[in-house]
């Protein structure tokens, strides 16, 4: 999986509690994403990153919000966990913005109820 | 992940024929068109793309189509094998503000029959 390590796998929270999704990459790569994949949606990006401290909001950012203090983490936090945010996360990475090819994570089940 | 599958178009095919997998896009300033495959339990794994200034392109026993006059791009698996069952997403993706932004299909359940 390209050196993406997604922690957790799987987590299961209450609404209203605050949530945070870290990835993980060995590989270096300037540019990280997460995702959210529901079914009938595909993928949809949440929020993505073109470097530290730099990043910016995707097609689905409402209640998230995103860190990247170090190349190597994208850090995913719900504020304020809703059912609707009930999905599974994808992390992924890219080597150059130019290029469309990603790597993504193994992903992570959240459930909130 | 696990439910991606459901709900979604399926393609079934017998192990050894060639599978085609049809995918229509909406934007024509698209820059590149991806092809990606996941299994039950993964991530979307990168399979192949094309630039739109080509019309087809050919990886290890895959092909991708794109016919930019209909706004549609195919993949084409030659010789099925069991370990091609997935779901195979489509993607386009566009030069937006420095990185190419990238919008997925909804996807395509490849289901083998041995």
């Known amino acids: 999986d390209a050196g993406i390590t997604q922690s957790p796998r799987h987590k299961v929270t209450e609404t209203g509690t605050p949530v945070t999704l870290r990835c993980h990459q060995t590989?270096?790569?300037?540019?990280m994403y997460w995702y959210r994949q529901d079914p009938g949606h595909g993928l949809r990006l949440i929020h993505y990153s073109y470097g530290v401290k730099d990043t910016d909001k995707g097609e689905v950012s409402d209640g998230y919000s995103v860190s990247r203090s170090k190349t190597e983490d994208f850090l995913l936090t719900l504020e304020s966990a809703t059912s609707s945010q009930t999905s599974v996360y994808f992390c992924a990475i890219s080597v150059a913005g130019s290029r469309p090819e990603a790597f993504f994570g193994q992903g992570t089940r959240l459930t909130v109820v | 992940g696990e439910n991606v599958g459901l709900h979604l178009p399926t393609l079934s095919v017998q192990e050894g024929d060639n599978s085609i997998i049809n995918c229509a896009y909406s934007?024509?300033?698209?820059?590149?068109f991806i092809w990606y495959k996941q299994e039950s339990g993964k991530g979307p794994q990168f399979i192949i793309d094309?630039?739109?200034?080509?019309d087809k392109r050919q990886g290890q026993r895959v092909t991708v189509l794109l016919n930019k006059t209909v706004k549609h791009l195919s993949l084409q698996i030659a010789a099925t094998q069991p370990g091609d069952s997935a779901v195979y997403f489509c993607a386009e993706s566009a030069l937006s503000g420095g990185y190419q932004k990238v919008t997925f299909g909804i996807g395509t359940k490849l289901q083998v029959i041995p």
């Open positions: 094309i630039r739109s200034n080509m």
């Open positions: 934007n024509s300033a698209s820059d590149y």
């Open positions: 590989e270096n790569h300037r540019y």
